[in-house]
């Protein structure tokens, strides 16, 4: 089953959000399992089927990361996000810098006007990289997009290390 035919969408990476919740509010009236708790085992299992098919295929659209990985399957290429940093890490040389900063905020407790450049300067990356992998779905360069969604993991990756590091100093700390 293609999401983008389940929500009545058109089959392009770049997808109106509001659609998508409409119409996925309007399959959740007719598919969902409440509705057909007087029906037959068999009717009840195939609704319950449909409505699983509908929640998973609209996590996937709506969320940008797993839509992109998803547009990709349908044009053929088939990634997974756990391998994706261990085959495309060209850019990590790029941004090692930012783990050197990492390091210094933690060796200086977290100075908070550091942090929120830090944090700030990564939001921007991931914005980029996001506008970036639009840009690439629409001229249809998908092994450029596989690169760039690697860039995108990575950083989320670093901001969750961020953050993380961040709060087990703050819990030290109180």
Same mark, same amino acid.
Not at 14 to 21: A, C, D, G
Not at 93 to 117: A, G, M
């Given at each position: 089953?293609?999401y983008?035919?389940? =929500?009545?969408?058109?089959?392009?990476?770049?997808?109106?959000?509001?659609?998508?919740?409409?119409?996925?509010?309007?399959?959740?009236?007719?598919?969902?399992?409440?509705?057909?708790?007087?029906?037959?085992?068999?009717?009840?299992?195939?609704?319950?089927?449909?409505?699983?098919?509908?929640?998973k295929?609209?996590?996937t659209?709506?969320? =940008?990361?797993?839509?992109?990985?998803?547009?990709l399957?349908?044009?053929?290429?088939?990634?997974?996000?756990?391998?994706?940093?261990?085959k495309?890490?060209d850019?990590?040389?790029?941004? =090692?810098?930012?783990?050197?900063?990492?390091?210094?905020?933690?060796?200086?407790? =977290?100075?908070?006007?550091?942090?929120?450049?830090?944090?700030?300067?990564?939001?921007?990356?991931?914005?980029?990289?996001?506008?970036?992998?639009?840009?690439?779905?629409?001229?249809?360069?998908?092994?450029?997009?596989?690169?760039?969604?690697?860039?995108l993991?990575?950083?989320?990756?670093?901001?969750?290390n961020?953050?993380k590091?961040?709060?087990?100093?703050?819990?030290?700390?109180?």
């Amino acid at each position: 089953m293609n999401y983008f035919t389940l =929500f009545n969408m058109p089959k392009k990476f770049k997808i109106n959000k509001e659609l998508l919740s409409k119409n996925f509010y309007k399959l959740q009236l007719q598919f969902h399992p409440d509705f057909f708790i007087n029906d037959s085992e068999s009717k009840k299992k195939i609704i319950l089927e449909k409505s699983i098919q509908i929640n998973k295929g609209y996590k996937t659209l709506k969320n =940008f990361l797993s839509r992109a990985i998803y547009f990709l399957f349908l044009n053929g290429f088939k990634i997974k996000e756990e391998t994706l940093l261990l085959k495309n890490n060209d850019f990590l040389i790029k941004y =090692f810098s930012l783990y050197e900063e990492l390091d210094n905020l933690k060796e200086n407790n =977290f100075d908070e006007k550091k942090l929120d450049r830090l944090i700030k300067k990564i939001e921007k990356k991931i914005i980029y990289c996001k506008n970036k992998i639009e840009m690439e779905f629409e001229k249809k360069q998908y092994e450029q997009v596989i690169k760039t969604i690697s860039e995108l993991l990575f950083l989320k990756k670093i901001k969750n290390n961020l953050k993380k590091e961040h709060s087990i100093y703050l819990r030290k700390m109180n």
